[in-house]
């Protein structure tokens, strides 16, 4: 997955930003964004918190690790279960 330019701290900061009166336009023209990139950071972390932020992203990083392993070890059952048909 691509690494962001822009830590959490620093997505959350531009968001307030825009929530104090900032129009859209000028930010993404400061900041170097596109207005897309904007939205989506708006949908992903509006309203949050920088703690809250980090919080996401450790439970993401969890939950690929943990959808990962899952996949492991249903290709080692089927691996199995075919093994065992051949006897």
């Excluded at 959490?8 to 968001?15: D, K, T």
């Excluded at 930010?27 to 509006?46: H, M, P, Q, V």
Aim: with cysteine.
């Amino acid at each position: 997955m691509k690494k962001s330019r822009f830590s959490e701290n620093q997505i959350i900061g531009v968001l307030k930003e825009h929530q104090a009166g900032i129009p859209t336009a000028e930010l993404c023209r400061k900041d170097g964004i596109s207005e897309a990139t904007f939205y989506n950071w708006r949908s992903r972390y509006g309203g949050m918190e920088v703690s809250e932020a980090r919080r996401l992203k450790s439970l993401e990083d969890e939950n690929r690790r943990l959808k990962k392993l899952l996949a492991e070890s249903m290709l080692d059952v089927a691996t199995l279960k075919e093994a065992l048909g051949k006897f």
